[in-house]
């Protein structure tokens, strides 16, 4: 029970990797709030956890609206008391070419993206101050590597991972932890990704050493404990690639 008495946000916990930390984090005895777009699936996860004895929370809310995430994490204080682990997850975007990205397409992978985990996070420090808290953001090989037709998602991944490492150096001193996970799993985005565009998918899977897409749960989902544990005390600002090997292998 890595995460046993342990507050977690999670964002975009409905589906997906998202729901595999949410699963990870019930079974390691966490307390898990999390924010979805879709009611029907966030209901459907929030019973899944319940049935596994966790105290769990879904917070339906559109994470786009900059307004309303500031209340998010005093919904988790009103019901828990405190906030041990934020997890900035949700994402969303279109991916098209540099030249076809319109003001409007890279608004929402930044709104959904970037201003959330900076709003969430700065909204979350005065509580993670009191629990010497940790932060995982999600990040991906796209940004790193400057992936074709991901131009709004690179900016907005980029821009978190600049964050998260200001914020790392800044926020040591109150013992709260920043890190990022660069994650490849399969994911219903990965799914919708294998559809859309085939060609992209197939070279994705091709270029993982380990020869297989992660799994949201056991792979992803658990460097997400391992972040949110002490056994992570000592590790801040940094990206961890739980990709299979693909961005440093090659
Ligand atoms: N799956 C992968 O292989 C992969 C690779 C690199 C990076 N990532 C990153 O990992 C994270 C999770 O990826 P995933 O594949 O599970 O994504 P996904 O698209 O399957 O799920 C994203 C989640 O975010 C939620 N979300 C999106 N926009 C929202 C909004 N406006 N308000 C509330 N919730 C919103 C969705 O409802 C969903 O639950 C993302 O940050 C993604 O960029 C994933």
Request: glycine share 10%.
């Amino acid at each position: 029970m890595k995460l046993k008495d342990k507050v977690a946000l999670i964002t975009g916990g409905s589906s997906g990797i998202g729901r595999g930390i949410c699963h990870a984090f019930a079974k390691e005895g966490a307390a898990v709030v999390f924010v979805g777009l879709s009611e029907q699936k966030g209901k459907r996860t929030e019973e899944e956890l319940l049935k596994l004895g966790c105290n769990a929370l879904f917070i339906q809310a559109d994470l786009a609206d900059r307004s309303k995430l500031p209340s998010i994490v005093e919904m988790v204080i009103e019901r828990f008391g405190k906030l041990d682990v934020l997890v900035n997850n949700a994402q969303s975007s279109i991916n098209v070419t540099f030249e076809e990205t319109t003001e409007e397409v890279m608004d929402l992978a930044l709104n959904t993206g970037f201003w959330s985990t900076f709003i969430l996070m700065n909204s979350a420090l005065p509580y993670l101050k009191l629990t010497k808290g940790k932060v995982i953001n999600f990040v991906s090989g796209a940004g790193m590597i400057g992936l074709s037709k991901q131009a709004s998602y690179a900016a907005a991944k980029e821009a978190i991972r600049g964050i998260s490492r200001v914020a790392a150096t800044e926020w040591g001193r109150y013992g709260i932890n920043v890190n990022l996970i660069s994650p490849i799993a399969n994911s219903p985005g990965v799914e919708r990704l294998q559809v859309e565009h085939p060609n992209a998918y197939n070279k994705m899977v091709s270029l993982i050493p380990l020869g297989r897409l992660g799994d949201c749960e056991e792979d992803i989902g658990r460097a997400a404990v391992f972040l949110a544990s002490s056994d992570a005390d000592y590790i801040t600002g940094q990206t961890i690639m739980v990709d299979g090997g693909t961005v440093m292998v090659r």
